[in-house]
T-cell receptor, first 111, second 112 residues
């Protein structure tokens, strides 16, 4: 079936560090891929979205590239800030249309 | 823009109790969802509804009931709360299933 894997449960960085959050997926369809961000005490909100038509998404300094060859959709940011501390969810929307979420990666950015 | 409101924000229950969580959206979205969020397990779909009076089971529907009374509201019932249960229940809505989901702030459940 369709699945999303985020191997990193937690990532701790200092301000201005480079961020890389790993996400791989498995599906027999050509899905839309998404990253959601959940700040403390809030629900998840869409950070960026990539379809098969446009293989890269950029939002608020974050970027993710849809790599069909490696079935990956890693999230990157050149320089993180303390305000980026949150949980990040990778997700895919397969042809069945039921969104499949990864388990989330908690990012802690130290001042 | 729109907003999703979830009530109550915090819910403390007793083992075996029936508990109801409510969700309202003013996006005028057709599809609504209930997810359960446990630490380290991501978001698991309990129920969803693609239109008023429709109900579809998710992967975690056992132990829950849901009701889509009208387009703007979707309620979830925990039929028998389990002792020491602790989780966040998130409501979401989207225009259609394949579209971006917008989430509410969640209801935090603790069962004593």
């Amino acid at each position: 079936g369709d699945s999303v894997t985020q191997k990193q449960g937690q990532v701790t960085l200092s301000e201005d560090d480079f961020l890389f959050i790993n996400c791989t997926y498995s599906t027999t369809t050509y899905p839309t891929l998404l990253w959601y961000v959940q700040y403390l005490g809030q629900g998840p909100q869409l950070l960026l979205k990539v379809t098969t038509a446009n293989n890269k998404g950029i939002s608020r300094g974050f970027e993710a590239t849809y790599d069909k060859g490696t079935t990956s959709f890693h999230l990157q940011k050149a320089s993180v800030q303390e305000s980026d501390s949150a949980v990040y969810f990778c997700a895919l929307v397969p042809n069945t249309n039921k969104v499949v979420f990864g388990t989330g990666t908690r990012l802690q950015v130290l001042p | 823009g729109g907003i999703i409101t979830q009530t109550p924000k915090f819910l403390i229950g007793q083992e075996g109790q029936k508990l109801t969580l409510k969700c309202q959206q003013n996006f005028n979205h057709d599809t609504m969802y209930w997810y359960r969020q446990d630490s380290g397990k991501g978001l698991r779909l309990i129920y969803y509804s693609i239109t008023e009076n429709d109900l579809q089971k998710g992967d975690l529907s056992e132990g829950y009931d849901a009701s889509r009374e009208k387009k703007s509201s979707f309620s979830l019932t925990v039929t028998s709360a389990q002792k020491n249960e602790m989780a966040v229940f998130l409501c979401a809505s989207s225009i259609r299933q394949q579209d971006t989901q917008y989430f509410g702030p969640g209801t935090r459940l603790l069962v004593l």
